[in-house]
């Protein structure tokens, strides 16, 4: 299955590249998700993502992630799967920041998070919806072994 994984690095920092595919492409596995997904993951420190968050959200925080997905306005769990499964699916963008990353584990989970929202999973709607996806999460992480 060709899955395209765009990586852009905007710090002076070493970002691991291989490992932030890797995760995103065992995530699928693990989720069976047959079809090519396309998408970008951005790497930015801090004052970026805060000032990203104010234009896009219209919060003065500074997040961990922000994920922008082309299907950002479907249902939970809903992301439109082609019907043939050689169709591209363009998920979206993940915003990463790297002041928030502190080990392996953690940015695994930040990525698989912001999956997770790109693939229509949020947590903002209510408890039930919260506690479903920080399940999912842990039960990827969990089956990745990171």
């Given at each position: ?5 765009l ?25 069976k ?69 502190f ?44």
């Amino acid at each position: 299955m060709n899955h395209e994984i765009l990586i852009y690095n905007k710090t002076h920092r070493k970002v691991p590249k291989k490992f932030i595919s890797d995760i995103i492409l065992r995530t699928f596995d693990f989720l069976k998700l047959k079809q090519p997904m396309e998408l970008a993951v951005l790497v930015v420190d801090g004052d970026e993502i805060k000032r990203l968050n104010k234009i896009w959200r219209h919060e003065s925080d500074m997040p961990d992630e922000l994920s922008f997905g082309l299907n950002s306005r479907l249902p939970v769990g809903e992301v439109k799967f082609a019907k043939k499964q050689n169709r591209v699916l363009e998920l979206g963008e993940i915003i990463i920041n790297v002041d928030k990353i502190f080990n392996r584990n953690n940015f695994a989970k930040i990525l698989i998070h912001s999956l997770l929202h790109l693939l229509g999973h949020h947590h903002e709607k209510s408890a039930a919806e919260a506690k479903k996806i920080d399940q999912l999460e842990k039960r990827i992480l969990k089956n990745l072994k990171v």
